[in-house]
């Protein structure tokens, strides 16, 4: 069975598929339901800018929903507040803001660097609470359908994979796009960005 030598990878397929690419966009369109365009996008701005500092909180300044280009940490920085920024404008919906709530239990928990029955079982609730509130997203997918987005099917395998592979760290990308920076920006900077390839390559082996 050729897919079972897939693993789980909890930055592509978490932090900015179902994280980033999937809730954050259908949240973002649900408010905009609610408030308009302008003003949600306003207000979501207002609302991480409103937030304390504190050590280990990112400040995303006043213009968050602008931005069109993300990092793996920066998914996690954003990830770490978001439900406290946004339940305000959430009052009224109070089933939104509890499948925002499973989403993030499941990445995080998904995140441990080891796991036990109990863990696994907090993994399997927070499931539960995805499965049971994801029916409120439908009018934001274009084809009114949620079974076929792959990172949100790739959750249902989840503790499979940890039960037989170990802790999704083992697997997780994000050390390796983490080279990006040493092994092919540095590289392509240091070229004049004609014909670069070569000149990356012998970049690399000075």
Avoid at 57 to 85: C, H, N, P
Avoid at 91 to 101: R, T
Avoid at 171 to 181: R, Y
Wanted: charged fraction near 25%; charge should be neutral; proline fraction near 3%.
């Amino acid at each position: 069975n050729i897919y079972a030598s897939m693993n789980i990878d909890r930055l592509h397929q978490l932090l900015k598929g179902v994280f980033k690419d999937h809730t954050w966009e259908w949240m973002v369109d649900f408010l905009k339901d609610i408030y308009g365009t302008e003003k949600a996008l306003e207000l979501i701005d207002e609302r991480f800018f409103a937030l304390p500092r504190f050590s280990d909180i990112r400040q995303f300044g006043d213009k968050l929903t602008r931005v069109k280009q993300w990092t793996g940490s920066e998914y996690k920085d954003m990830l770490k507040v978001w439900l406290a920024a946004l339940a305000p404008l959430l009052k009224a919906h109070p089933n939104h803001l509890k499948f925002l709530k499973s989403v993030t239990d499941f990445i995080l928990i998904a995140g441990y660097h080891s796991h036990t029955e109990t863990t696994l079982q907090y993994l399997q609730d927070a499931l539960h609470g995805i499965s049971r509130n994801i029916h409120l997203f439908l009018p934001y997918r274009h084809n009114q359908s949620i079974s076929k987005i792959p990172k949100i099917h790739s959750l249902f395998h989840y503790i499979e994979c940890i039960k037989e592979m170990s802790s999704a760290d083992n697997s997780d990308t994000e050390v390796s796009e983490a080279t990006h920076k040493n092994l092919i920006k540095d590289s392509y900077r240091a070229s004049n960005k004609v014909d670069y390839i070569p000149q990356m390559l012998r970049w690399e082996t000075r």
